[in-house]
């Protein structure tokens, strides 16, 4: 059977996965320093590289929010619910119904290639 599931999510959503994903990584290289915890130096090397992940993932989240603030808020019509907007093309983050603002794209198939500059000049 063919899943109806669309394999594309909203771009903030694949942002904000991905900041906590650099969170879980930060603490399992901090508890990866457990294992060496005999030399000392390894210890300190782990729990920097751990600490630099969960600082990295801070400044995604901030990079993002700010992000977000400044999405175009657009009603999806196909769940009715209010989400987010970022580039020409994008995802509904709840029924994940592909979005555009650009009415040139309307109708078209789905394609995040729209969203980059050098591939705007295809053939549509």
């Known amino acids: 059977m063919k899943s109806n599931k669309k394999p594309y999510k ?8 991905f ?23 390894l210890v300190v090397i782990f729990m920097t590289i751990g600490i630099l992940c969960i600082i990295g993932s801070t ?12 999405a175009v808020m657009v009603e999806c019509p196909n769940c009715h619910k209010h989400t987010k907007v970022l580039g020409r093309v994008d995802m509904c983050m709840f029924c994940s119904e592909p979005l555009t603002l650009d009415k040139s794209l309307e109708g078209k198939e789905f394609n995040q290639a729209y969203n980059n500059k050098i591939k705007r000049t295809h053939k549509d």
């Open 10 to 17: 909203s771009k903030i959503n694949k942002i904000r996965t």
């Open 19 to 41: 900041a906590l994903s650099l969170i879980f990584i930060g603490f399992i290289i901090m508890y990866g320093a457990i294992i060496f915890r005999e030399n000392k130096w």
């Open 59 to 70: 400044t995604v989240y901030a990079w993002i929010g700010f992000l977000s603030t400044q």
